[in-house]
């Protein structure tokens, strides 16, 4: 990257405040910023940061309240319209015609970014050899995966070359090779074609890929630099933590003792932080007596630095009032019982003779690639969908009999925010108590333990179409808990949620676990495969793998790669798969 050359984007004192109700929120304050020409720079914050309001500036779409902000030189308050037809802006939910073909969406957008014509027919055979979706420029848009819709999506973008390409978390809800495929596209773009790109993302393995990373917390700039910048001070306080010891019961300790900021699990073992000055001895103090114990000091990564600079102790959630345990039968009980399930829709199997278990108290993954079944899964298991075929046991109901009852004794939480969003979050929370019996003080009680459990009471009058996406997946999770069931379902529950808000999650999922309920979760973040006692991977509606995290990653380490990820695993059978697949 050229320093001297004109930035791509300069923001200097911008700050932006918006009405909520009868309150305001500050999205951004005096912000003074430049992103360099021709690299990635990232986009990183938590959840309500201001990294989508700093984007929408950035392509003139709203404005300023102060400060100054040129894009590619262009002063954006003075000339809107020549900043938005020199970037690219692809937010978040990019709006994609779902009943128009590949094709007639990208004729859309041409025509909307006054494309010549005689230009079209080369730019479109590029951007398809880009995107890899030459061969399905006749199917309709909904009909695609989601990793071909964000392809899609980025396509449409670039239709009209772009100088400056804005990215408002472009790889949200796809699988790792959809991701992997989409970072080749952006290099390319970077490497051929001379193109800035500004990207924000959910995944802090993504950041250490920029070359560097601007840090946005509470609307306020903490920092830009290279990513290894932001790491380097962690040195000496990242540890692996292992023991004879239940994982989850292993992070528990480690996650209430005072010297430890940070305890994730990563594998069979606990990646640790420890606070500033802490010696290896005192972090060994704080499990001392526990068997086959094992402290290897690691490097830190980006997400490390992340987690240091904004996490604030926790004690940990609240125990589960009336844990559904106390009735429940043995920790080996069979509840999920999955034989030979199938579903089809027309001529086209969408699942494909699937078979599994789950037992009480476990956490059961189902990963897969986009369009793999597992929403469609998902939706059997909870009664939502029919099965064309198979057996199906859920909570020791036979699902194709008896579905209502067995609804009863689970919860369900969406792919997408399914809640109310005009009423707010008491409102939703009294809604969902009512649908579920509860009457009187048990109402009361279920719905104070919500609040109080889930950190709802400060914004319980807010509207829940009105609250950031962490405190969204908060009350989503509550009002899925609200009957306390048995069985609770998480259909990619932590999709675009940034990396506290997903710790904190799953301390709640780790605790209900630790109380009897049995999980299953389908995601596309491969380190939360970590949390999962079992898992299955799926792809084209069938079970390519199933077993413990370990003993899937066992079978690609190799001397190269001696501790491959769940990531390495999934990308290698994905790719195994589609390499014996015959050729269409």
């Avoid at 802490?278 to 114990?293: D, I, M």
């Avoid at 064309?388 to 036979?398: E, I, K, P, T, W």
């Avoid at 919500?450 to 009105?466: I, M, T, Y």
């Avoid at 195994?576 to 050729?583: E, G, I, N, R, V």
Wanted: hydrophobic share 45%; proline share 5%; net charge neutral.
């Amino acid at each position: 990257m050229n320093e001297a050359a004109t930035p791509a984007l300069a923001l200097s004192g911008v700050s932006k405040v918006f009405a909520r109700g009868k309150q305001t929120v500050r999205a951004l304050a005096d912000v003074t910023m430049r992103v360099p020409a021709g690299g990635v720079t990232g986009l990183i914050g938590p959840d309500g940061a201001g990294k989508t309001t700093l984007m929408r500036l950035a392509t003139a779409l709203m404005l300023a309240d102060t400060g100054r902000i040129e894009v590619l030189g262009i002063d954006a308050r003075a000339e809107p319209l020549a900043v938005q037809s020199s970037v690219g802006y692809m937010p978040q939910r990019f709006g994609l015609y779902e009943d128009l073909t590949v094709q007639e969406n990208l004729d859309l957008y041409a025509d909307l970014q006054a494309v010549p014509h005689s230009e079209r027919p080369q730019r479109y055979a590029e951007l398809m050899h880009m995107t890899g979706l030459g061969a399905f420029t006749g199917r309709l848009a909904g009909h695609l995966s989601g990793g071909m819709k964000q392809k899609l999506g980025l396509a449409c973008t670039l239709v009209r070359s772009p100088r400056l390409l804005l990215l408002d978390e472009p790889t949200v809800g796809v699988d790792p090779v959809s991701r992997r495929e989409l970072w080749a596209i952006v290099y390319r773009l970077v490497r051929e074609h001379d193109v800035s790109v500004l990207l924000s993302t959910a995944y802090l393995d993504e950041a250490q890929r920029c070359d560097e990373v601007i840090l946005l917390h509470e609307g306020r700039i903490l920092g830009q630099q290279p990513p290894a910048a932001f790491s380097r001070p962690l040195q000496g306080r990242v540890f692996r933590v292992s023991a004879g010891l239940n994982k989850r019961r292993l992070q528990r300790r480690l996650g209430d003792a005072p010297v430890v900021l940070d305890a994730l699990i990563e594998g069979e073992t606990i990646r640790v932080i420890v606070t500033a000055g802490t010696s290896r001895e005192q972090l060994a103090a704080c499990v001392a007596g526990l068997p086959a114990l094992r402290l290897e000091a690691v490097p830190p990564c980006f997400e490390d630095a992340f987690i240091a600079m904004l996490q604030t102790r926790d004690p940990g959630a609240t125990p589960l009032p009336g844990a559904p345990s106390a009735a429940g039968g043995p920790a080996d009980e069979v509840v999920i019982a999955v034989h030979d399930l199938s579903r089809r829709f027309g001529d086209f199997y969408a699942v494909k003779g699937i078979s599994f278990s789950a037992r009480r108290g476990e956490i059961f993954g189902l990963l897969g690639a986009n369009g793999a079944g597992k929403s469609t899964t998902f939706r059997m298991l909870c009664g939502l969908l029919p099965a064309s075929g198979g057996n199906l046991q859920v909570a020791g109901v036979d699902l194709r009999r008896a579905a209502a009852r067995a609804r009863a004794r689970i919860g369900y939480m969406a792919q997408r925010f399914s809640l109310y969003g005009h009423l707010s979050v008491l409102e939703n929370l009294h809604f969902f108590a009512s649908a579920y019996g509860l009457a009187g003080s048990e109402r009361r009680t279920r719905i104070g333990w919500a609040l109080r459990d889930f950190g709802l009471e400060d914004v319980k009058d807010a509207a829940s179409a009105d609250l950031p996406l962490g405190y969204k997946q908060r009350l989503a999770l509550a009002a899925a808990l609200m009957h306390r069931p048995e069985i609770l379902f998480l259909d990619e529950p932590t999709s675009g949620v940034d990396p506290l808000a997903r710790r904190e999650f799953w301390r709640h999922i780790n605790a209900l676990a630790e109380s009897g309920v049995t999980v299953l979760v389908t995601t596309h973040f491969m380190d939360e495969a970590n949390y999962c006692d079992r898992l299955v991977i799926m792809a084209d509606g069938e079970i390519l793998a199933a077993g413990t995290p370990e003993t899937m990653k066992a079978h690609f380490r190799t001397p190269e790669r001696p501790d491959p990820t769940m990531e390495d695993t999934f990308i290698g059978l994905i790719e195994k798969h589609q390499s014996a697949a015959p050729a269409t």
